[in-house]
């Protein structure tokens, strides 16, 4: 294999190469490579490696409007229950108004 200093780069004949694409392994110059963790890749292995994750979510998207309409259900059920229950454990006499020494039998 030569080496890197004699490549040119694909993309920019007349420039030097300076790195090599560890996907394609193809020399580049510092123009057409882009860190990405913590590696330098083209442009084309780049697009191509972030692609499976783009077509998973996107195949999962339709699921999420209704997981949330029914997490949401869930949720504004669960606080309405919780209140019932108060409501029902609360006394009637404070519903009423009446205050709290009548009701202990102090009060006139």
């Given amino acids: ?3 890197l200093a004699s490549q040119r780069c694909l993309l920019h004949p007349s420039r030097e190469a300076a790195a090599r694409c560890p996907r394609c392994r193809r020399a580049y110059c510092r ?15 780049l697009r191509d490696s972030t692609k499976p994750a783009r077509a998973q979510s996107l195949r999962m998207a339709w699921l999420a409007a209704p997981v949330h309409l029914v997490v949401g259900l869930f949720v504004a059920w669960t ?10 454990r609360t006394p009637s006499a404070w519903h009423e108004g009446i205050p709290v020494e009548r009701i202990a039998g102090q009060g006139p």
């Fill in 1 to 3: 294999m030569t080496s």
């Fill in 31 to 45: 123009e057409c490579v882009t860190e990405h963790d913590g590696r330098l890749l083209c442009a084309a292995c």
């Fill in 79 to 88: 606080i309405f229950e919780l209140l019932g229950w108060v409501l029902l």
